[in-house]
């Protein structure tokens, strides 16, 4: 139950040494000895929000502002929502609730039609309206030395390791190019590149410092864990990230991994399509867990479903529960003719009902519709009518992303 006493507001520059100790508290960790949480520096103080307690700050929350790249190629306005906590002792009295319709009520305002997050625990979201599984992340490990298919065929593009001055103008244009192409992907701000591969010693994890390798369509950035045993050097590659504009980059960018020298193996968290089990001539020797990634929440339904483009024509008319954005509750006539849809409201009769949050995780076309009926997470009225939305929402690849924010 919601406390009385509890208010909001956004923050200010005064209060982030308050705003740091709560958030870093509400994880059961510690502010940073050496200066600023690194998640301080990308922070929208006109979008981060505390909670008080009369006058103790209790509750943490921000919004970036941010694109994401959506079925189509389509890049979609999104309010990515992060540093979210609650300071031990407050919980379950309403702060994050409170925290969680403040930013979904603003995003509505500002025309943010999207929400994003990473969850810290699966059972917390879903009650807000999250998704869950609207991305997903597979943890890929494997032994080097293996040798592609005989079908798989790597240049002669040269692939150099460099300084990380050196590499970053590359990078950040390659990484702008590609993340334009790939579903989930972000923009990138200049300080969200100092977060996303930050180097201090404290992020290191007890790993090298980060190597940075350029090739010309690509480039991968990876630390070393350094290990040995009688038999000499067994080092693991932990990669960071592998960005390609073309397939052969991928394919040129993973045989130079497979192939450094003094490393045994390589781990990396990847795309669940990632192409390299198809590559390689023994896929048994990749071994793969699969977590889930972003969470994604319809801010606005009438204008998130036709941001994107869909695989299939469809006309459906879909009645929506949403308590928290009661804007987007009712029925909704759902038209897609040549990928593109049109969203009206209607008192027809609904042909599938569903939560907001079922709407989130199918939105990237991650997950089947399909697969949520089967669940009772949907519930069709009209014969055929999950099936071809299905089919509708399907994107050609699968939705990731390659960053927590």
Not at 261 to 281: C, E, K, R
Not at 375 to 392: C, F, I, K, W
Request: with cysteine; charged share 25%.
């Amino acid at each position: 139950m919601a406390d009385s006493a509890l208010s909001i507001r956004t923050i200010g520059s005064a209060d982030l040494p308050e705003f740091q100790r709560v958030f870093a508290w509400s994880f059961l960790d510690e502010p940073p000895a050496d200066g600023e949480h690194r998640w301080m520096k990308v922070l929208e103080l006109d979008r981060t929000h505390a909670v008080f307690d009369g006058d103790e700050m209790v509750g943490t929350g921000g919004v970036l502002s941010r694109e994401l790249t959506v079925p189509g190629g389509v890049l979609a306005p999104a309010g990515a929502v992060t540093v979210v906590g609650v300071k031990p002792g407050h919980r379950r009295r309403g702060v994050a609730s409170l925290l969680m319709k403040t930013q979904l009520h603003g995003m509505h305002e500002t025309g943010d039609p999207i929400a994003i997050l990473w969850a810290s625990e699966g059972s917390i979201y879903r009650r807000f309206g999250y998704g869950e599984h609207a991305s997903s992340l597979s943890m890929m490990t494997m032994p080097t030395r293996m040798p592609f298919h005989p079908g798989v065929s790597v240049s002669d593009a040269r692939i150099r390791q460099v300084t990380r001055e050196e590499a970053m103008p590359f990078m950040r244009e390659v990484h702008d190019r590609v993340r334009r192409t790939r579903t989930g992907w972000l923009s990138r701000v200049e300080k969200t590149w100092d977060v996303h591969l930050g180097d201090a010693e404290s992020n290191r994890d007890g790993l090298s410092a980060y190597r940075y390798c350029l090739h010309p369509q690509g480039y991968v950035v990876f630390r070393v864990k350094h290990e040995s045993n009688n038999s000499g050097p067994q080092n693991e590659l932990h990669v960071r990230e592998l960005v390609c504009e073309t397939e052969q980059a991928y394919v040129d960018l993973y045989r130079f991994l497979l192939d450094l020298d003094l490393a045994s193996g390589i781990s990396f968290y990847t795309a669940t399509d990632d192409p390299i089990l198809h590559m390689v001539d023994n896929p048994r020797k990749v071994r793969r867990e699969l977590s889930d990634a972003l969470w994604l929440r319809i801010v606005d339904v009438d204008r998130a479903l036709p941001l994107r483009r869909y695989q299939s024509d469809v006309d459906s008319v879909l009645e929506v529960e949403d308590s928290l954005c009661p804007w987007n509750s009712g029925r909704w006539r759902f038209t897609v003719k040549r990928g593109e849809a049109v969203v009206t409201r209607t008192e027809d009769a609904a042909d599938v009902s569903l939560d907001v949050a079922a709407l989130g995780s199918v939105y990237l076309g991650g997950v089947r519709l399909s697969v949520l009926r089967r669940a009772h997470r949907v519930v069709e009225h009209t014969p055929g009518h999950v099936d071809a939305l299905t089919m509708a929402f399907l994107g050609t690849d699968e939705p990731h992303c390659p960053e927590v924010f």
